[in-house]
């Protein structure tokens, strides 16, 4: 990074340009897709979000702080996420059997069966908002885009000890393991 003593480093015409299309088109498929969920499953995103990280956690379950950390979410947010999952039967809150103030997430029967129901049609927005536009060789420069993004940033996520880190890394490497990160992020 630039010592901040030194000028700007300005973004000239063709950078600006890519980087507001970028910014624009990014927070345009994510509204897209949050809407046909909430269309097709009458859930938003981060509901979706923590319905299948449950789903993949080993018993359906997981740590509320670890579920936060994961969600990218603040603890208070990820509890009001979880009570109002509860109301709807999709996830029950249990205590930490060895941290009275730790409890955990569990996905339910009915939260796996809305999961179930709510994936198909999620999938197929992805798809037709993201990959159906894209030729293949687009998908591939996306890839190799994504990838090398993920490279320089997770590290530095990584070295200020942001929490997350740690799952997406895992998440990542249960992915392709070959493209996971050659060497862990330091702790």
């Known amino acids: 990074m630039a010592d901040p003593r030194d000028a700007p480093r300005w973004l000239d015409a063709d950078e600006r340009r890519v980087w ?10 994510w509204a897209q897709l949050e809407r046909d969920l909430q269309e097709d499953a009458g859930m938003p995103f981060s509901y979706y979000e923590i319905l ?5 956690s ?13 969600t990218q ?5 990820l509890s009001h996420a979880i009570a109002r999952l509860e109301e709807l039967g999709w996830v029950e809150r249990r205590g930490c059997p060895d941290d009275r103030r730790g409890s955990y997430a569990v996905l339910t029967r009915a939260g796996f069966a809305a999961l179930e129901t709510a994936a198909p049609s999620h999938v197929e927005s992805v798809r037709h908002h993201l990959f159906d536009v894209l030729t293949p060789a687009q998908l591939a420069q996306l890839r ?22 740690t799952i997406i890394e895992q998440a990542w490497a249960r992915l392709d393991p070959a ?9």
Request: glycine residues 4%; proline residues 6%.
């Open 20 to 29: 507001l299309a970028w910014v624009i088109a990014t927070r345009l498929l």
């Open 52 to 56: 299948v990280m449950l789903s993949e």
């Open 58 to 70: 080993p018993d359906r379950s997981r740590r509320m702080s670890e579920l936060a950390d994961a």
């Open 73 to 77: 979410s603040s603890r208070s947010r």
């Open 144 to 165: 190799e885009i994504s990838e090398t993004l993920l490279g320089h940033l997770l590290p530095l996520a990584s070295a200020r000890g942001d929490a997350h880190t």
């Open 179 to 187: 493209a996971a990160p050659e060497e862990p992020a330091a702790r």
